[in-house]
């Protein structure tokens, strides 16, 4: 069938006027438009078919979350993953490994980059999604191809969540808070800390807390012996009824050969929290008893023992501490890096100057702390370098010497100095405070209150 105009006799009798002629040739014209024409259509077409599409995901998706949040405001439990899959969306979960960044992370699940750079512009989200340690967990929601939102938990109490919104990511930090009840409880040593801290149903972590609290005065890996006995007054953790843990150690008495020390927690008005004996003397040393933790004393300070390698009487002025290759090692107390490097029969060492004439020793090490240097400053506890067996060594352990202008002393008897008591314009308030934690230490029982 041919689709030329007809001759105009025949259209002006068929059409009878010129009007309908003209509308029949704006009919026939748009079989023959160009192909550059018919796709400027085609295009139109499916941006309005996508706006449409748009505004009825977007209307189903605030009808969804207006019911949600009715439902939860009724008491009624909304199931997430009912939730999600109404909306189409799916879950990745991705584990932060060592150097991931979240760009990295993005490349990975091959996620636009475009919405990390609209993340990272939120001020408030930046510092959330640029601090990453290992372990994390980020749950990224998917709607196909297209990031929908993320979580992060970034406290026991508080979770992150980003959401994709109409005009961009809304971003809210959802807590759940923690329920606190005050425990006291009791042990006793029969065989380590750790052992006697889970058979009186305590954490590892509160086993650990009350040997760095009392790490200036009792060296856990020499002197505690059985028989023994602790106190802790501390926080039990739960969150909608469920046990998470102990919180802070808040109380300790801790009898060891028959001597007995305690600790009370005291937060100051600046909101900086350490502990003190009950009378405000601070539990802090100048100095830690012992370098490493929860190692085992090898050989004692003894100026009169054979040498396990050159096999004759040689002053041993340190103190060893046998612990697995690659065992952090602390710092004992601030000060400035004298040298770091190989030293003869130490073998890889470091020597830290400290105030008062203090110099401090640390030897047959299998490598140093990343980018430590000559002159560098370090604080009390921080990680210097690893246990090794360099140097004259029969098996790995730490070789810790404390020299005082130049003298040996015996690190395990020697009078630390102190840190800064309570101050006194402090002292009433300290008082008031602690009071009913030395009573929970005495009676056994828990305070009925706690000034926090």
């Given amino acids: 069938m041919s689709l030329s105009p007809a001759p105009e006799s025949q259209r002006a009798h068929a059409s009878g006027g010129a009007e309908p002629r003209r509308s029949r040739w704006r009919t026939l014209h748009v079989w023959n438009m160009p192909p550059t024409r018919w796709l400027q259509c085609f295009a139109c077409a499916v941006l309005v078919l996508a706006w449409f599409r748009g505004n009825e995901q977007l209307s189903i998706e605030r009808a969804l979350r207006n019911e949600s949040a009715v439902a939860e405001e009724a008491g009624i439990r909304v199931d997430a993953t009912d939730y999600r ?7 990745i979960e991705v584990i932060v490994g060592r150097n991931d960044t979240l760009e990295r992370i993005f490349r990975r699940l091959e996620i636009s980059l475009q919405d990390l750079a609209s993340l990272r512009a939120i001020p408030e989200l930046r510092a959330h999604l640029d601090r990453l340690r290992p372990g994390d967990l980020i749950t990224f929601v998917m709607r196909g191809d297209e990031l929908f939102g993320l979580e992060r938990r970034l406290s026991v109490s508080d979770t992150l969540k980003v959401e994709r919104a109409e005009s961009g990511f809304a971003t809210d930090v959802v807590v759940n808070p923690l329920e606190r009840e005050i425990r006291t409880t009791s042990g006793i040593i029969t065989n380590s800390l750790f052992r006697a801290a889970q058979q009186a149903g305590l954490s590892d972590a509160t086993a650990l807390a009350i040997a760095e609290i009392f790490a200036w005065d009792i060296d856990f890996v020499l002197e505690v012996q059985p028989g023994d006995t602790f106190t802790v007054t501390h926080e039990a953790l739960t969150q ?8 802070d150690v808040l109380a300790v008495e801790f009898v060891n050969a028959g001597r007995r020390f305690r600790a009370v927690r005291y937060v100051d008005p600046e909101g900086r929290a350490a502990y003190y004996t009950p009378d405000g003397q601070s539990l802090r040393k100048a100095f830690l008893r012992a370098p490493v933790e929860f190692s085992r004393v090898s050989s004692q300070f003894n100026l009169y023992r054979r040498h396990p390698v050159l096999n004759r009487i040689r002053a041993h002025r340190g103190v060893d501490y046998a612990a697995p290759i690659g065992t952090p090692v602390r710092a004992a107390g601030d000060g ?8 003869g029969g130490y073998g890889k060492v470091i020597e830290l100057d400290h105030a008062g004439g203090i110099l401090t020793v640390y030897g047959h090490l299998s490598r140093f702390a990343k980018d430590l240097s000559r002159g560098d400053r370090v604080r009390q506890g921080e990680v210097i370098g690893y246990v090794g067996m360099t140097g004259l060594a029969t098996g790995p352990h730490l070789h810790y010497e404390y020299r005082v202008r130049g003298v040996h002393m015996n690190p ?3 009078a630390l100095p102190t840190a800064e008591p309570v101050p006194a314009s402090l002292l009433e308030d300290f008082r008031e405070r602690t009071a009913p934690l030395v009573a929970s230490l005495e009676t056994g029982a828990s305070p009925a209150r706690l000034a926090r």
């Avoid at 400035?336 to 030293?343: A, H, I, N, S, Y």
Wanted: zero cysteines; a negative charge; glycine letters at 20%.
């Fill in 240 to 247: 909608d009824g469920e046990p998470l843990g102990d919180g």
């Fill in 412 to 414: 395990q008897t020697v």
């Fill in 336 to 343: 400035r890096v004298r040298f770091v490097g190989e030293q």
């Fill in 85 to 91: 899959a109404a909306l189409g969306l799916s879950s």
